[in-house]
């Protein structure tokens, strides 16, 4: 069993940056593919980022050049630094652990992005 914390999240004017982190108790944390997810109100979780340990990322298109996943093994951690923040970030963020066999669910931490 895998438990992740999220922190770092907010309210945030238009134009601002936040920075979440994820804390993981898993074993063998490097194997894991580590992501971040968000789910706004009336929509679906969607993919924002993820990260293996090699440090290989992937991004949606639309958090391309403003938004950038990153990850300490040392410290069983990964980042998500938000830049430029739209309106349209509003969401929960979930993070994400997954070694290709279960996935695991952090309780999400809700970001805000409002004037």
């Known amino acids: 069993q895998v438990q992740l914390v999220e922190s770092g999240g907010g309210l945030v004017q238009p134009g601002g940056s936040l920075r979440l982190s994820c804390a993981a108790s898993?074993?063998?944390?490097?194997?894991?593919?580590m992501g971040w997810y968000r789910q706004a109100p009336g929509k679906q979780r969607e993919l924002v980022a993820t990260?293996?340990?090699?440090?290989?990322?992937n991004y949606a298109d639309s958090v391309k050049g403003r938004f950038t996943i990153s990850r300490d093994n040392s410290k069983n951690t990964v980042y998500l630094q938000m830049n430029s923040l739209k309106p349209e970030a509003t969401a929960v963020y979930y993070c994400?652990?997954?070694?290709?066999?279960?996935?695991?669910w952090g309780q999400g931490t809700q970001v805000t992005v409002s004037s």
């Open positions: 990260i293996i340990s090699g440090g290989i990322t």
């Open positions: 994400n652990a997954d070694n290709r066999i279960v996935r695991y």
């Open positions: 898993a074993r063998m944390f490097s194997i894991y593919v």
